[in-house]
């Protein structure tokens, strides 16, 4: 028995050992038995990037049975491949391994000299060593925004250290790729886009083989909130998929005519929807078909303003703002390397100092576009939007009690930050230092209290936009190494990949991996209640995404209904302005009054109906002060709404339902020297 017992176990030995070869034969050598440790694969990638967090990550909700972590509401996991593919250096995981994916532009080497875009964003001369794996001497860097900050191993740190959400905002822009110097690949924002979102999955699946298989790793894309829900509590990384590029759909316009039609945005949502992208931009830098941007400052605006051009044949064009929310001061730095590309006796305008506002708001094509997002349930990124574009957006969505409206990066004016709250939006700050951040979060901090929200932070990293620099050891208090991860339940330790180890305090944000470092910072630096925003960051998102998948658009009581009007203005035999245009349905007809104060347009509902909500789209003639009134019987009329501070566009009076069959719009005032013209006038319940 003895002797058959020493045979067995010899025989299980080099079968063993056999498995062991062919292991590391033909895949990532094994670095920890996974066991209990679900959080830890059972095979990685030999050589790779340290994790430096030890402890089991935190799993299912909170005690009110809400989800617990932190939010990136805006990264760029493969910019590398935008822009052309030679902008951004490095990938986020190679299959060849981490000496592969971490390597610099071929034009880097041997010295930084070619490295144009390097200089041109961080100064001096651009030079530097372009060795990344293993000695990583100069990059990653805070201040380097040309190499890969997203390697996969340093997004698995920061999973580790508490985030449980993250965007992955699929980015390009074909002016900068059509423009930049070096590229290995076309200028077609949409095949970038394609390219980009599919890479998404093949970094799933990646992941997935170490840890055993389909579905079994950390990296979790989603395409509804309950799947995020499920991940989260699990304990894994919910991946959203989003888009941020200039000229969706091929979206652009040039001398301000849309080089797209209705079939080309029905056609490019269907096909991000099918991607599994559930929030975008609809603009970005560049004026486009939809809309105006929010304009760049100082030397960068000046070089974007160029690039507007190239693009569009226009410059931008400035307004006096009409509200306290202003877009970003251009500035008249120059840029002389942009601006030579401009034609013979062609330059860019100076702007007036008190014309803060772009002149392009939302477009007609660009309304159609956000109403196209409302029907397939998903969320908008109103950052990088002109505030007159923002504006009618966030009118168009409390028209309709829309929540899907996402600001990720802190690019939108904080004047709009109730505005989001009450529609039950989602806000997110760039990724400051942290006196900065802290800062920031304070001036908004009142309003997520009234709101009961959490906070977000949109790193924006291969976003080529510069990071957290260190605040240095002599600091009074400095990040301490290890520290315990916000819930208690990691260590985290200084990271190291290959030669190199990063400490926050002397490298700053370098990487992706220093996310939970930073974090740590913030709490240092601006206390337990901020980070404590950031911790109930990943429930507050799902809250919006999940409002948004619930929303159902209210049947318009007014749609075809019988209209009639104190007058009609008639000076154009081919169009008409008949009452009845009203409540047609479409937006590109109106009602129009005669030019005199007392007007008024009456609604038949054809029926008495609970009536709560009353929506008006003006055209540019607007009631400065007019009443909304009810009316069981036609005779008899009730004021339910009025104001005295109407300023044109679009409307929503609520007040508490009543039972009505009339309608009627009582104009008080006019707000300009011509009469009344509604495009479109909608009636609901509540």
Not at 662 to 677: C, F, K
């Amino acid at each position: 028995m003895a002797r058959r017992s020493y045979r067995s176990r010899k025989h299980v030995t080099v079968v063993t050992l056999l498995l062991l070869v062919l292991a590391l034969a033909l895949g990532p050598a094994p670095t920890s038995a996974a066991g209990d440790d679900w959080w830890n694969p059972a095979a990685r990638p030999a050589p790779d990037s340290q994790i430096n967090v030890t402890g089991e990550p935190f799993t299912g909700a909170d005690g009110k049975g809400e989800v617990r972590g932190f939010v990136d509401a805006h990264n760029h996991l493969f910019s590398n491949e935008a822009f052309g593919g030679r902008l951004i250096c490095g990938r986020t995981f190679s299959e060849a391994g981490i000496a592969d994916a971490l390597k610099d532009c071929p034009e880097h080497y041997p010295d930084g000299s070619l490295a144009i875009f390097d200089f041109i964003t961080n100064g001096g001369d651009g030079k530097h060593d372009p060795v990344g794996w293993p000695t990583f001497e100069d990059w990653p860097a805070h201040d380097s925004l040309t190499h890969q900050q997203n390697y996969y191993a340093w997004v698995e740190r920061a999973w580790r250290g508490g985030q449980r959400v993250m965007v992955n905002d699929l980015v390009t822009n074909g002016v900068i790729c059509s423009v930049y110097f070096f590229k290995d690949r076309s200028c077609d924002e949409m095949t970038s886009i394609r390219l980009q979102a599919k890479l998404t999955y093949d970094l799933q699946a990646y992941v997935d083989r170490m840890y055993g298989g389909p579905g079994k790793g950390w990296f979790r894309i989603v395409t509804d909130s309950a799947q995020a829900r499920r991940v989260i509590e699990q304990g894994k990384l919910a991946v959203i998929l989003g888009v941020e590029t200039s000229e969706p759909f091929g979206c652009k316009q040039v001398l301000d005519v849309p080089q797209c039609d209705k079939e080309d945005i029905d056609k490019g949502l269907d096909e991000l929807y099918a991607l599994g992208v559930r929030s975008m931009f609809l603009c970005h830098k560049f004026d486009n078909a939809l809309c105006g941007v929010r304009f760049d400052s100082g030397a960068l605006g000046t070089a974007i303003n160029v690039g507007q051009f190239l693009s569009t044949g226009t410059f931008w064009k400035t307004e006096k703002c009409a509200g306290p929310q202003a877009d970003n001061p251009i500035g008249l730095a120059a840029a002389p390397g942009a601006e030579k590309r401009l034609p013979a006796g062609v330059s860019v305008p100076s702007y007036a100092a008190d014309a803060r506002c772009n002149a392009r708001g939302l477009t007609a094509l660009g309304e159609y576009a956000v109403r196209g997002m409302m029907q397939r349930k998903m969320m908008l990124e109103i950052d990088h939007m002109s505030v007159k574009a923002t504006g009618r957006v966030l009118d168009i969505f409390e028209a309709e009690s829309y929540p899907g409206v996402l600001s990720s990066h802190s690019w939108m004016d904080l004047n709009w930050t109730e505005r989001v709250y009450r529609l039950g939006g989602f806000v997110a700050q760039y990724m400051h230092g942290s006196e900065g951040f802290t800062a920031e979060a304070e001036r908004t901090d009142a309003l997520r209290d009234k709101y009961g929200v959490g906070y977000g932070y949109g790193t924006d990293m291969n976003g080529v936009g510069g990071w957290p620099g260190p605040r240095g050891t002599g600091t009074g208090n400095p990040v301490r190494y290890p520290f315990r991860s916000v819930d208690g339940g990691s260590l985290i330790d200084r990271q190291t990949t290959g030669e190199r180890t990063w400490d926050l305090n002397t490298d700053g944000a370098a990487h992706y991996g220093l996310v939970p470092d930073w974090i740590e910072d913030i709490r240092l630096v601006g206390g337990q209640d901020v980070v404590d925003d950031l911790f109930r960051g990943a429930e507050s998102y799902l809250g919006t995404w999940g409002g948004t998948e619930r929303h159902r658009a209210e049947t318009n009581l007014a749609a075809g209904a019988t209209a009639t009007a104190s007058s009609t203005e008639w000076w154009n035999p081919f169009t008409g302005f008949a009452p009845g245009r009203a409540v047609d349905g479409a937006r590109d007809t109106r009602w129009a009054s005669e030019w005199s104060d007392a007007q008024w347009l009456r609604l038949d509902l054809g029926a008495t109906h609970l009536v709560g909500r009353v929506t008006l789209d003006w055209e540019r003639a607007y009631a400065k002060a007019y009443r909304v009134e009810l009316s069981a019987d036609g005779e008899t009329w009730r004021a339910a709404w009025s104001t005295t501070a109407g300023d044109g566009g679009l409307d929503t009076a609520r007040f508490t339902p009543i039972p009505a069959r009339y309608v009627r719009v009582q104009g008080l005032a006019r707000g300009t020297d011509w009469g009344y013209s509604l495009h479109e006038v909608s009636v609901h319940s509540g």
